[in-house]
């Protein structure tokens, strides 16, 4: 279904060359892209997958691209983030009401990319990400050699804290599920609230124990199942044993929103959360004041500290009619400008290195504490199965944190779903 990947990249690299010397020509191929020596023209959608708090300054960046290219309109779309993956494949699958621009977890790219769905990101904008992004985020758009999504926001996990209730209670930010467990106490006795409320419905949350203990969810060099070995029977145990422990609360369904309100509101002291959940908790009745939010490192497990690196991506579709147009919007959303904006704004990581060398970056607390966790975090297998990976990991994750199985069955069942999805893996 690829769509003339290198005379994509090249109509684009000379569309957007043009415009930056100012032609006015409005003039366009039969794919609907705009010709070298021609002014940027016509509409592009945009799928957004930002959350509640994040979607309004998104827009309001995507609505400001028509100042530099007034032909252009852009139409923004926001997609509920648990819906779009399927949504997003249903689209490019049938070709109908499909995006040109598409905000991808990073989870996504390969999986896109190997069903011929997305266009090659233009050459010299490829040299760039090379030189001028975080290898680390760059990785997450490459599929077999090729470069298909330009890096928008990097991130990973971190344990937020109420730093008064941690004062009041007279303990420190732990820094392994054993001091967890006994801050946890001290608190309870002091407030009666619950030390961390721990989601259970998203097996993302899930990736800190098992790196906590030294292990994985595949080796991918290797084409082996790792998510049910010894470390990972001992992750599901962790998790479970936080809650067993009364040092955590948990939930089936609804996670990000009984998690967030019971940290906003002071019912439980701790959670872990990401840099897109910033915005959204200084919302919080707890934290009219800012300097009440403590971000410290995920909490170690028997190993070490281990935090996923996530993020989001910019993908343009390879059957969009108009992808000179939509690369453009892609290299603006991902400018340093920009990227700026968002770190100042809604406390997100910036992927390009640069950035980080702006006072608005440099005076973000929140920023400045994620990038040294990013720069640890573990990197995820970019395979085109990864986001298939993760709704059997759900199932058994929130079986084994709310006891409906146990930790060993847990991790039996989600190797044996791996290998369905993963064929000819060990």
């Not at 609804?254 to 701790?270: C, H, I, L, P, V």
């Not at 973000?364 to 970019?382: I, L, N, T």
């Not at 994750?397 to 409906?404: C, E, R």
């Amino acid at each position: 279904m690829r769509r003339g990947i290198a005379a994509t990249a090249l109509v684009a690299a000379l569309a957007l060359a043009a415009t930056a010397c100012g032609g006015d020509t409005d003039s366009k191929d039969a794919a609907g892209d705009t010709k070298a020596g021609g002014e940027l023209s016509g509409t592009v959608t945009w799928w957004d997958t930002s959350n509640e708090a994040e979607k309004a300054s998104f827009q309001k960046i995507a609505e400001a691209f028509t100042a530099k290219h007034p032909k252009v309109t852009v139409k923004y779309v926001n997609v509920p983030y648990g819906d779009a993956q399927n949504k997003v494949k249903n689209a490019f699958n049938s070709g109908a009401e499909a995006p040109d621009v598409i905000r991808a977890d990073v989870g996504w790219v390969a999986d896109f990319a190997s069903l011929g769905y997305l266009d090659e990101v233009p050459a010299e904008t490829a040299k760039k990400i090379d030189a001028e992004f975080l290898p680390q985020a760059a990785a997450s758009g490459r599929f077999e050699g090729k470069t298909f999504a330009v890096p928008h926001v990097i991130d990973t996990l971190g344990l937020f804290y109420n730093k008064k209730m941690l004062a009041d209670a007279g303990v420190q930010p732990p820094t392994t599920l054993e001091e967890l467990k006994t801050a946890a106490t001290a608190i309870k006795a002091k407030s009666g609230k619950t030390g961390l409320y721990l989601r259970g419905d998203d097996s993302y949350w899930f990736l800190p124990f098992i790196y906590g203990e030294g292990g994985d969810l595949v080796d991918a060099k290797n084409k082996t199942v790792t998510v049910d070995n010894p470390a990972g029977v001992k992750a599901f145990k962790a998790a479970r044993d936080l809650v067993t422990s009364g040092a955590a609360v948990t939930n089936a369904t609804d996670g990000w929103t009984n998690m967030q309100t019971a940290f906003k509101s002071g019912e439980a002291a701790m959670m872990i959360n990401g840099p897109w959940a910033v915005a959204d908790t200084y919302a919080g009745e707890q934290f009219k004041d800012k300097a009440n939010l403590g971000v410290a490192a995920v909490p170690a497990g028997s190993a070490k500290a281990g935090a996923p690196q996530g993020g989001h991506d910019l993908a343009v579709y390879a059957g969009s009619k108009n992808r000179a147009a939509a690369h453009a919007f892609v290299e603006y959303l991902t400018s340093q400008e920009v990227q700026v904006q968002s770190a100042k704004e809604l406390s997100l990581l910036p992927t390009r290195t640069a950035a980080y060398e702006q006072p608005d970056v440099k005076s973000s607390e929140m920023v400045q504490f994620f990038k040294p966790a990013v720069d640890k975090a573990v990197e995820r297998a970019w395979i085109p199965e990864n986001g298939s990976l993760f709704e059997p990991l759900k199932v058994e994750y929130t079986k084994a944190v709310t006891g409906t199985s146990t930790p060993e069955e847990a991790a039996k069942a989600a190797g044996a779903e791996f290998r369905k999805i993963l064929k000819g893996w060990n």
